[in-house]
């Protein structure tokens, strides 16, 4: 088939091509923050693929390039696709046979998850949102046992909004009242957008038939960045209490800070299912 000729429309695969499904996985990662967006949205050939790239940053386009190597590659031999859960959020696999012992995979996972963090002196309503897209190697010399490396493009961040305990805030051990806050928010993520992967598993995404395959592993997410932004309410605007609640927040920006210091990596535990060709 011609290069052209391969597409995706939304989110139906309607090539089984390497760019076909190349699309298909980029489509599914939300990146619509992308110049490249839009043009998903509509018929995608391969030569848009092409162009596309040029909207995307440097550690990016290794990983697409990587992606579309690992592609072609496959279509010589055997392919699978996997369905996975875990640590890095609910998703997907496709996998190609690049020599006897070495498989290609792509991949890409997700998860938003709400929970209410009251470890430091404000109560925050925490959102939890895990993006990884994945570009790695497996290399199996001992049967189903394997060895795996590579890159995760990883936008994984927690955004907290501070809420009031019994009508008041505490910040760096100062009270202050609702109406002397305007609003609270902050940030956690890790440093690293691109982030190394290394890992053992068991299972072959490109092997044939039903199986099981399983992950364990590390990403390296190079430490955390943190902020926090508090408002003044209108009751303190343009006082020296204000000036006094932006100390205490920044304060208590760097308490939050000393929680997640210690995050260099992120475990990986995924489980998934994958069927081969």
């Known amino acids: 088939m011609n290069r052209d000729t391969s597409c995706c ?8 091509s390497p760019c076909g499904l190349f699309a298909q996985v980029i489509d ?15 018929r995608m050939t391969c030569r848009d693929i092409f162009s596309a790239l040029d909207d995307v940053g440097g550690a990016m386009k290794a990983i697409l390039a990587t992606m579309m190597l690992m592609g072609v590659a496959g279509m010589a031999s055997a392919a699978g696709v996997g369905l996975r859960a875990g640590t890095t959020g609910v998703g997907g696999d496709i996998g190609f046979n690049i020599a006897p012992t070495v498989d290609g995979r792509v991949g890409w996972s997700g998860l ?17 949102r895990l993006r990884n897209l994945s570009a790695l190697v497996d290399f199996s010399p001992m049967g189903p046992f394997r060895l795996t490396g590579g890159l995760v493009f990883a936008n994984n961040k927690l955004k907290v909004t501070g809420k009031p305990k019994d009508g008041t805030y505490t910040f760096n051990n100062r009270t202050y009242t609702a109406a002397e806050i305007g609003s609270a928010t902050g940030e956690v993520k890790g440093k690293n957008s691109v982030a190394p992967y290394l890992g053992i598993g068991y299972g072959r995404v490109a092997g044939t038939g039903i199986n099981f395959y399983a992950d364990l592993g590390v990403m390296l997410a190079g430490g955390s960045k943190t902020s926090l932004n508090v408002d003044c309410g209108t009751a303190i605007a343009g006082t020296p209490q204000c000036t006094q609640l932006q100390a205490d927040a920044e304060e208590e920006r760097r308490k939050l800070d000393d929680k997640v210091r210690g995050f260099k990596v992120w475990p990986v535990i995924n489980l998934g299912v994958t069927i081969g060709f």
């Not at 429309?9 to 089984?16: E, R």
């Not at 938003?112 to 939890?128: A, C, F, K, M, Q």
């Open 112 to 128: 938003n998850y709400n929970r209410t963090i009251n470890d430091t002196d404000v109560d925050y309503d925490g959102r939890l």
């Open 28 to 42: 599914d990662a939300d990146l619509s923050s992308w110049d490249l967006s839009s043009r998903l949205k509509n």
């Open 9 to 16: 429309v939304g989110l139906v695969i309607v090539d089984w």
